[in-house]
Every structure is written in C-alpha cells, then in structure tokens.
C-alpha cells in the first residue's frame, strides 16, 4: 500500500525519514518550548473563541486560499479558504517530519490543529452570521463560507454541533502534540530508536 507513495516520494528526491532518529532537544530548549506553549494554551482559553493574534496571518492564508482555488471552480474557491490555512502548517510538519526535525514539526502540528479553533468559530456563526466578513473582492459579494458550505451539505441546522466537534479537536490535537514533545525526555520515551521502530513496524503492517 505504501510502496508505490514510497517510490514517488523517491524519485522526487524525498525521503520519508522513517528510518532516522529525531533531533535530540535540549534541556533549556524543552522548558522554553513548553512554557511558549502553555502560555499560548491559557492565552487561547481566555479568548474562549475569540480570535486570536495569530489568526490574522491566518486570515491572510485563508482569503489567498479563496483566490488560489477559485481557479479550479467555484466549488474549490468556496472550500478553499480553509483548506489552504490547514494545508499550510500541515505540509510545514510533514517536511519537519521527514527531516526529523522536532521542535518544527511541534511547531507546526501544533498550529495546524489551533487553526481549527477559529475555524470552529466561523462554523458556529453559519446560521447567525454576526462575524464580520472579510474579503478580497467587492465587500457588496461578500458571503459567508460555511453558511455555503453546510448549505450546500444539508447540514446547516447542526453548524454549532460541528464546531463544537471541530472545535474539541482542535484542542486536543494541540494538547496531545504538547505531551508528545514533553514526553520527548521523559522515562516513556527516552529512545527516538523506539519510535523509529514502532513507526518502521507501522509502515510494514501497510505494506500488507
């Protein structure tokens, strides 16, 4: 299953990195890291929702987004906000991944996953659209994405009942990369060669 991916990625020139261990963090490195990302932790429970300040790059990404798809029809350039300010932070980790670069791919896993906060909170405003909108093109034609989006779906009624989903892992997603960074140290995972053979042992079990 993974060897025709493998073969790609091959002649491209990339490497999958599963077979490398990944960069030692130091000490002092690890306790900077890990108080920048529980400060930003309470700093995004206070905003309870709210936007925060990395959201106006965010914001950026996302209407580039509107403006990069709407080349490959009205449907993509609807879809395309979000899509390219997840796809942004997530191509970002997956090449610290295969560079085995810890503290990157921290980094940008961890704000792949903050990313679906506000976007949880553009979901819940579909059917009340209190949010001001932002756009690119004449403010007169501006709409609302997700009102759109579920819309289309069928599913405008359960706009709140998503983002609270959304929302809930976007949370964990960012907690759960904070432990793995944490734990990187620690007496459960003291050994990269550990997780290089468990990952190793996951891509044969793919192979299958």
């Known amino acids: 299953m993974i060897d ?14 599963h ?19 529980a400060g930003f932790l309470v700093y995004a429970l206070h905003a309870d929702g709210g936007m925060l300040f990395v959201d106006l790059a965010n914001l950026i990404v996302h209407e580039g987004g ?21 796809l942004v932070p ?19 896993l961890f704000f792949f996953f903050e990313n679906w906060l506000y976007t949880a909170t553009y979901m819940a405003d579909a ?15 501006a709409e609302h994405d997700f009102f759109r989006i579920f819309s ?14 959304v929302r809930l892992l976007g949370w964990c997603g960012m907690i759960a990369v904070v432990v793995w960074l944490a734990l990187r140290r620690s007496g459960k995972m003291k050994q990269s060669e550990q997780d290089t053979a468990l990952e190793a042992r996951f891509i044969e079990y793919l192979r299958k």
């Open 66 to 86: 509107h403006n990069l798809f709407g080349w490959f029809g009205p449907t993509l350039g609807l879809w395309g906000g979000t899509l390219l300010r997840w």
């Open 127 to 141: 059917r009340a659209q209190v949010l001001p909108l932002v756009t690119t093109g004449d403010p007169e034609f």
């Open 4 to 17: 025709p991916l493998q073969s790609i990625f091959e002649q491209l020139g990339l490497d999958l990195g």
């Open 152 to 165: 289309d779906l069928g599913v405008l009624n359960y706009d709140t009942k998503i983002a609270a989903v």
């Open 90 to 108: 997530f191509l970002l980790a997956a090449y610290f991944f295969t560079h085995r670069q810890t503290t990157g791919f921290v980094f940008s």
């Open 19 to 37: 077979d490398k261990p990944w960069q030692a963090v130091s000490r002092p490195a690890l306790a900077g890291w890990l108080i920048f990302y």
